[in-house]
């Protein structure tokens, strides 16, 4: 990705931190008390959520 295509990544993805956040604070202080299947599931949701877009931009980029 270029600097542009960073920033506009950055800004499609803004709504996600306070969620990235959350998943993170809640994976850390679960861990002890849950399976880590279940502490890091809500990493994984937005881990996939960043993947769909930055394969939605780079998909859009390849076709101009």
């Known amino acids: 990705m ?5 920033k506009e990544f950055l800004q499609a993805t803004a709504w996600l ?3 990235t956040r959350w998943a993170t604070r809640f994976s850390i202080l679960t861990s002890a008390a849950l399976p880590s299947w279940i502490s890091n ?3 994984k ?3 996939r959520i960043l993947r769909h877009y930055q394969l939605r931009m780079t998909a859009s980029c390849k076709s101009h």
């Open 2 to 6: 270029n600097g542009q295509q960073q």
């Open 17 to 19: 931190r306070p969620w």
């Open 41 to 43: 599931l809500p990493l």
């Open 45 to 47: 949701v937005v881990k």
